[in-house]
């Protein structure tokens, strides 16, 4: 069973520019979370994604903007990056219609803004 | 509102000490899950551990044990005679599977160091 991948691992950007992080869920897993988790502080919810629709967004701005494929997996894009957006941006896929809340979480990206 | 609150920032104990981690959360709803995650250096999330709000009992794995009190909100977590391997960020959280959203809320985290 392959787990969550994410790419890239590292990303530098400067302020005003936008950027696209890429997300494979788990083998079976229709459902894709993200999270991003500045240093320090526990994961904040973003958005999540099932059967290619947005299905809940945390407090986060609409520059913040998802997407998700046929085959589940996902991209989290970010415009007009400001230096508050540096941070680990972690995925989370699951299998919605299970025992809820089973998700697996990817490595991260860790994104880094000047 | 949903609110988990980790109040241990850091905890450095000596190896093959026990360690507890609070975690206090807050939630109006009747049905919810509580978690318990380990983050190590590398940064990836580890899942330990998921609790549903009807089941009370009390679990072990190995030097792994919850202890969940629905009357006082609270999740704490123990490791018994703790080893290096285990420092790392443990954080806790809480998610209500009927919002509209599995979203998972997060604590703080607490920051647990094994000294040798």
């Known amino acids: 069973e392959t787990g969550v991948t994410q790419s890239p691992t590292h990303l530098i950007k400067t302020r005003g520019q936008q950027v696209t992080l890429r997300c494979s869920s788990q083998?079976?897993?229709?459902?894709v979370s993200w999270y991003q988790q500045a240093l320090g502080q526990g994961p904040q919810f973003i958005f999540q994604?099932?059967?290619?629709?947005?299905?809940g967004r945390g407090n986060f701005p609409p520059r913040f903007s998802g997407l998700q494929f046929p085959n589940y997996s996902s991209e989290l894009n970010v415009n007009a990056l400001e230096l508050d957006d540096s941070a680990l941006y972690l995925c989370?896929?699951?299998?919605?219609?299970?025992?809820?809340?089973?998700?697996?979480f990817g490595p991260g990206t860790r994104l880094t803004v000047l | 509102a949903q609110k988990v609150t980790q109040a241990q920032t850091e905890i450095s104990v000596v190896e093959k000490e026990d360690v507890t981690l609070d975690c206090v959360y807050e939630t109006r709803d009747t049905t919810y899950y509580l978690f318990w995650y380990k983050q190590p250096p590398s940064g990836e999330l580890v899942f330990l551990i998921r609790r549903n709000s009807f089941d009370e009992q009390n679990e072990i794995s190995g030097r792994y044990s919850w202890n969940f009190q629905k009357s006082t909100s609270s999740f704490n977590f123990t490791i018994t005679a703790s080893q290096v391997v285990d420092s790392a960020v443990y954080f806790c959280a809480l998610s209500e599977p009927y919002s509209s959203a599995s979203k998972i809320i997060f604590g703080s985290g607490t920051r647990l160091s094994i000294r040798p």
């Open positions: 083998s079976g897993h229709n459902t």
């Open positions: 994604y099932y059967r290619e629709e947005e299905n």
């Open positions: 989370a896929s699951s299998f919605s219609g299970r025992a809820p809340n089973e998700q697996f």
